[in-house]
Nanobody
């Protein structure tokens, strides 16, 4: 079982920045892929960004150039730096860990609200 705890959400104005953190109970180097997803009210959950064990990253088109996913292996933590935030970024952001032999694990989510 992999436990994930997100933090760093909050309320910001458009154009502002937030840094989300996801602390994992297992070595993130042993996790195949870490990712951030988000879900706005009335909408389905969507991928925001992923980072693999090897360091490859992938971003949704809507956040490219504004968001950066990174990791600190020593702290077993993955981050999502969000800059130039827009109202359409408002959602609950979830951390996801994919382990090939164990499946997928989700954090509890952290609310990000961007006011216009």
């Amino acid at each position: 079982q992999v436990q994930l705890v997100e933090s760093g959400g909050g309320l910001v104005q458009a154009g502002g920045s937030l840094r989300l953190s996801c602390a994992a109970s297992a070595s993130i180097f042993s996790i195949d892929t870490m990712g951030w997803y988000r879900q706005a009210p009335g909408k389905q959950r969507e991928l925001v960004a992923t980072i693999t064990r090897g360091g490859s990253t992938n971003y949704a088109d809507s956040v490219k150039g504004r968001f950066t996913i990174s990791r600190d292996n020593a702290k077993n933590t993955v981050y999502l730096q969000m800059n130039s935030l827009k109202p359409e970024d408002t959602a609950v952001y979830y951390c996801k860990a994919s382990v090939l032999t164990m499946g997928a694990y989700w954090g509890q989510g952290t609310q990000v609200t961007v006011s216009s």
